[in-house]
C-alpha cells in the first residue's frame, strides 16, 4: 500500500479544485497570504530587498500552482534546445530534500539523498553542468565561476526566487490550470494567475481554463521502457499494452511518487497498459520499499524514481523494475521565441 501521507495529499488537492467548505474556511488566510505575496514583490521592485544580475542571461521556469507541473521535462527540453542552438546551459536547482548548505554540482552519479532527485535527473539526460544549493544566488555564482563557459542560467522552480535576477520566465501549468483560483492555503496557487510572465506553457491537450489565447502546448509521453537493472535492455511501452491483472498476460503495477502521479497514469492508460496504479508521495525517498510483496510481474516506475531507485540494493537489483523516460514534445515557436528575445543580448 502506498505511505498514508499520499492519501493525505488527495485529500488536499481535491479540496484545492473546487470552493467547497474546507476552502472556504481557509479563504480568510488566503487574503492574508496575498497581501504577503504582494507585499515582498513590491520590496524587491523597489529595491529595498535585493536582486542580482548575472553576467548570464537567466531563465526561469517554475509555476504558480503547488506541486508538480512537468517543470523537469521542461527544463530538459529547453536545455537541449538550447544546446542545439549553440549555447552552453547551465541549471541551477535548491534540490528538493538535498542536504547542500553551500553549493555543490550535480554529476550524473550524484546521491539524490545529498542533491534531489530531479537535478540529478536534469544532469543525466542532458549533461549539462547542475548546480544545488539553499541559496540560489551562492549557487549560480558557483556553477558560473567553476563553468566559466556557461552563457545562459535556466532557474529550475525559481519563480518566486525574486533574489535572482531574470530575463525570461516561463510559468507553467497542466490540466488542473489554476485549481478553485485560490492562494494557498485555501487554494493550490503561490501567486495570482494574473502574475506577469514571458511564455505560459500547457501540459496536456485538453483545454484547460483561466489560461491565456497564446499559451503553448506541451505534451509528455513515453516512447519505451528500460529495465533498471539494465538500462540498454528496452522494449516499446505499447508492447505491453493489453496486459491484465490476470490471465494470460502479466501483471502491471504502476508507480508514481512525482507531483502528480495521475498525469504518468494517464499516459499509461493512453498507450493501452493495463495497470494497478500506486501513487507515492512526491519526492519518495524509498527508505520503505513499496514493491516488498507486490503481487505483479512488471512494475514501472518514473525516471525521477528511477534516480533513486538504482542506488539502493533491494530495489536496482528487482528484474520486475521497469523505468519509463519521458520525453516533452513542445511547439518549436516557443524555442524560436526565446531565442528571439535572447538575440542582442551580450553573452558572455
Not at 493525505?8 to 470552493?19: F, K
Not at 549539462?128 to 549560480?140: H, K, L, Q, T, W
Not at 496557487?189 to 489560461?211: A, H, I, K
Amino acid at each position: 500500500m502506498p505511505p498514508q501521507r499520499a492519501s493525505v495529499e488527495s485529500i488536499v488537492a481535491r479540496a484545492w479544485m473546487r470552493r467547497g467548505l474546507l476552502a472556504r474556511i481557509l479563504w480568510p488566510l488566503s487574503l492574508l497570504f496575498r497581501l504577503l505575496v504582494a507585499a515582498r514583490r513590491r520590496l524587491y521592485a523597489a529595491g529595498i530587498l535585493k536582486t542580482v544580475h548575472l553576467r548570464v542571461p537567466v531563465i526561469v521556469v517554475g509555476n504558480v500552482f503547488v506541486g508538480g507541473t512537468g517543470k523537469t521535462p521542461l527544463t530538459i527540453w529547453l536545455t537541449d534546445e538550447l544546446q542545439r542552438a549553440g549555447f552552453v546551459p547551465g541549471v541551477v536547482s535548491r534540490g528538493y530534500g538535498g542536504q547542500q548548505e553551500v553549493p555543490r554540482l550535480v554529476t550524473a552519479v550524484s546521491l539524490p539523498r545529498e542533491t534531489g532527485d530531479e537535478p540529478v535527473l536534469i544532469a543525466r539526460r542532458t549533461g549539462a553542468p547542475v548546480m544545488v544549493g539553499r541559496d540560489r544566488v551562492a549557487a549560480a555564482q558557483a556553477l558560473l565561476a567553476a563553468r566559466p563557459d556557461v552563457n545562459i542560467l535556466l532557474l529550475d522552480d525559481g519563480l518566486q526566487h525574486y533574489a535572482i535576477g531574470r530575463d525570461i520566465e516561463i510559468v507553467l501549468f497542466d490540466a488542473r490550470g489554476g485549481g478553485n483560483g485560490w492562494l494557498l492555503p485555501a487554494g493550490p496557487l503561490r501567486e495570482p494567475l494574473s502574475r506577469p510572465r514571458d511564455f505560459t506553457v500547457v501540459n496536456g491537450t485538453q483545454s484547460v481554463d483561466g489560461m491565456p489565447h497564446d499559451a503553448i502546448r506541451m505534451q509528455l509521453a513515453g516512447e519505451s521502457v528500460e529495465r533498471l537493472i539494465d538500462r540498454s535492455h528496452r522494449m516499446p511501452l505499447r508492447a505491453l499494452s493489453g496486459a491484465a491483472h490476470d490471465g494470460d498476460g502479466p501483471r502491471i503495477l504502476a508507480a508514481a511518487g512525482i507531483g502528480n502521479p495521475d498525469r504518468f497514469f494517464a499516459m499509461l492508460e493512453a498507450a493501452g497498459l493495463t495497470f494497478t496504479a500506486m501513487p507515492l508521495p512526491d519526492h519518495y525517498d524509498f527508505a520503505q520499499n513499496p514493491f516488498a510483496g507486490a503481487a505483479a510481474d512488471i512494475i514501472l516506475i518514473t525516471e525521477k524514481d528511477a534516480v533513486k531507485c538504482v542506488q539502493i540494493d533491494a530495489l536496482k537489483n528487482d528484474a520486475r523494475l521497469w523505468v519509463v523516460p519521458v520525453t516533452a514534445t513542445i511547439d518549436r515557436a516557443l524555442a524560436e521565441k526565446i531565442l528571439e528575445k535572447l538575440r542582442g543580448y551580450p553573452i558572455a
